[in-house]
């Protein structure tokens, strides 16, 4: 049985860890998918995680483990995870526990990448403002440290699918001046990642969305 007194030395233990050892720490840890509930298809795009995994630990010095676990919004696992993916392409609905187990992860050193997979954008804005009723989404600016890690995107988020012929946006969330969420939105950033055959795109632009991707990683491992 989980208790109140683990549940607090596993944010003490973690947030210890980050804060002493940001980036050694974080690439010591498994990276996770975030399952929710509302009947949105959390599970989408089953190739692209392992993918990133496979291009960071190739390209931007991590040692990730290969196969991605799962963690669900209100689980105590998920400050296991230095870093966990969120996408889909329907509704989103957090509960009571939910939206406070994730709050307290984000504010204690996690991060949230959320790819709007097209048809998620108004789900999660409502469900985020549960949780942070005082925040709202913020355009990432071009020169933001984000968009200019191992890899430079002097314009931003680059544009992997279309959908409603709106420019790819970059959005965040910041708590205390710290970016504790990203959101790729008309942009579909985690549909690039997925093996080639799956959407037929082609090289460059698989190429730039794993890029973008390990640019992501890579800052939330450092902040």
């Not at 208790?3 to 973690?14: E, Y």
């Not at 990133?52 to 296991?80: A, Q």
């Not at 910041?174 to 082609?202: A, K, P, T």
Request: glycine residues 8%; aromatic residues 14%; contains cysteine.
């Amino acid at each position: 049985m989980i208790t109140s007194q683990s549940i607090i030395l596993k944010k003490i233990l973690w947030t210890l860890g980050f804060f002493l050892f940001p980036f050694t720490f974080a690439i010591a840890q498994q990276i996770a998918i975030l399952k929710y509930n509302g009947g949105g298809d959390w599970y989408a795009n089953p190739t692209a995680l392992p993918n990133l995994i496979v291009f960071c630990n190739n390209n931007i010095n991590t040692s990730i483990k290969t196969n991605p676990e799962t963690v669900e919004v209100g689980s105590i696992d998920i400050y296991n995870y230095p870093i966990v993916f969120m996408s889909g392409h329907g509704n989103v609905l957090f509960s009571d526990n939910d939206a406070e187990n994730l709050k307290n992860y984000l504010i204690s050193g996690g991060f949230l990448h959320i790819s709007d997979n097209y048809g998620l954008d108004t789900y999660i804005r409502r469900e985020l403002k549960k949780i942070f009723p005082n925040l709202k989404f913020e355009e990432i600016p071009y020169n933001h440290p984000l968009f200019h890690q191992t890899f430079n995107f002097e314009n931003g988020v680059p544009k992997i699918h279309e959908h409603d012929n709106k420019p790819p946006q970059g959005f965040g969330l910041f708590h205390n001046g710290r970016l504790i969420c990203f959101y790729d939105y008309e942009s579909d950033l985690s549909d690039g990642w997925e093996d080639e055959e799956v959407h037929q795109d082609n090289f460059e632009t698989r190429e730039k969305a794993l890029k973008m991707g390990a640019n992501i990683v890579e800052y939330a491992f450092k902040n």
